[in-house]
């Protein structure tokens, strides 16, 4: 097997995801799914494996739908996957036809879409998914729809009453057809940031109540150290010892993203075929990644997202995880505070509070069972520390150290 960083892999590349496919498809026989997942978890990977693992009665249809920027666009490629599922005979291409001759059409592919205006888009997603009723042999019909927060965000600006009403609409539509239809939602972007942005502007329903949410987390420390293994033999590097593929799963928070990014940067170095693969090699091509100028795994995204999340709270939080990033141990929450409040002392409680917990649901912090906090992911919080030139500080419980 080869490092191929940031590339689709095949299904049986990949590695260790078999126990969440699992839960997602015995999930979606009984409802629909909104899926987190820390960006370079390997979510989209277990999508595709979703897709190639689902029974055969099940019409699985994913596509990315982050560009998209309005509901009336997000109705046509809605009609245009469920396309190929009918026959030319079906009601439904009749349907469409229909609408094509009255309102103009649009090409998506093979397919010719009518231009659904602003008014009708509603009625377009209600009457296709009520043509599934045409399709007995199709048990589930799954849709995965990738980036859907970065869907809505780009509707809530322009429109946020047709945010609004899209989310309405989709929960209906689930409740409406609680046999067939199932959801996927899943992106990079927290949805909750775009319902909290709704509720600012008076949006007062729970849009995804209905849907369980299941967590993307890394490899465990076995698969990672497997996939970690196959790729180095795949590669052609010798390891020093038998812990050695462990060690370098483990210090990039067995993220499968990083495992490749980290064995094809190792071929890159000097006489690394020639000599056995040893920990200090190992952790010279992470420091180098983490220390790049180029920014060669995209670790700059973790200051920067800082700005559409927190909005006029991003100072605020960035003081947070500069509190939690010097820290060389877990820290109390009262603690983390605490130190930042220092730089915003007219910041109330329950403000810094729920700060904490946006934090936490953005997967900068992970909190220990007695509530002390430290940064989710070490490749993350070592970036954190060398980009904002962070000196530790002892924690409150003692050293630090």
């Keep these: 097997m080869k490092p191929n960083p940031g590339g689709i892999l095949a299904p049986n590349e990949i590695i260790g995801r078999d126990q969440v496919v699992a839960r997602l498809l015995a999930t979606l026989v009984q409802q629909s799914v909104l899926i987190t997942a820390e960006r370079r978890s390997g979510k989209t990977h277990v999508l595709e494996k979703l897709k190639s693992d689902a029974p055969g009665s099940w019409a699985v249809i994913k596509r990315d739908i982050g560009a998209i920027r309005s509901a009336a666009e997000f109705a046509q490629y809605v009609v245009a996957d469920l396309y190929p599922y009918f026959s030319p005979q079906a009601n439904f291409r009749h349907w469409l036809n229909d609408m094509a001759a009255q309102l103009g059409g649009t090409k998506i592919g093979p397919v010719a879409l009518p231009n659904f205006s602003a008014k009708d888009w509603k009625k377009t997603l ?15 019909a799954v849709f995965l729809w990738d980036e859907i927060p970065w869907m809505l965000e780009a509707i809530t600006k322009n429109n946020p009453q047709e945010a609004m009403a899209l989310l309405d609409c989709l929960r209906a539509l689930r409740q409406t057809r609680p046999a067939k239809l199932r ?22 329903n729970s849009p995804v109540n209905d849907m369980l949410t299941i967590e993307i987390e890394p490899l465990s420390s076995t698969d990672a150290a497997d996939l970690a293994q ?7 590097l010798q390891p020093a010892d038998t812990s050695t593929h462990a060690m370098l799963a483990a ?3 067995c993220m499968p993203y990083y495992i490749h990014h980290v064995v094809s940067s190792l071929l890159k170095t000097p006489n690394v075929v020639t000599k056995p693969l040893d920990a200090s090699t190992i952790d010279a091509a992470i420091t180098q990644a983490i220390h790049s100028a180029d920014n060669l795994w995209d670790l700059q995204h973790y ?19 500069d509190a939690v990033a010097s820290s060389h141990a877990p820290i109390p929450m009262a603690a983390v505070i605490q130190r930042a409040k220092a730089a915003y002392p007219t910041v109330i409680q329950q403000d810094w509070i729920e700060l904490t917990r946006m934090l936490e649901r953005d997967h900068y912090f992970k909190r ?9 992911f070490t490749v993350v919080k070592r970036w954190w520390i060398w980009h904002r030139n962070l000196a530790p500080v002892a924690n409150a419980m003692g050293s630090g150290k």
Excluded at 127 to 133: E, Q
Excluded at 303 to 321: D, I, N, S, V, W
Excluded at 368 to 376: I, L, M, Q
């Design 303 to 321: 200051e920067e997202r800082t700005k559409p999340y927190y909005g006029t709270q991003r100072g605020e939080c960035l003081a947070l995880l």
């Design 251 to 253: 210090t990039v928070d």
């Design 183 to 204: 959801m996927v939602f899943t992106g990079s972007l927290g949805l909750h940031h775009i319902v909290r942005q709704l509720k600012d502007k008076g949006y007062n």
């Design 230 to 236: 196959r790729l180095c033999e795949g590669s052609g």
């Design 126 to 140: 209600e009457d296709a998914i009520a043509h599934l009723d045409e399709l007995p042999n199709i048990e589930k």
């Design 368 to 376: 220990t069972p007695t509530g002390e906090v430290s940064f989710k």
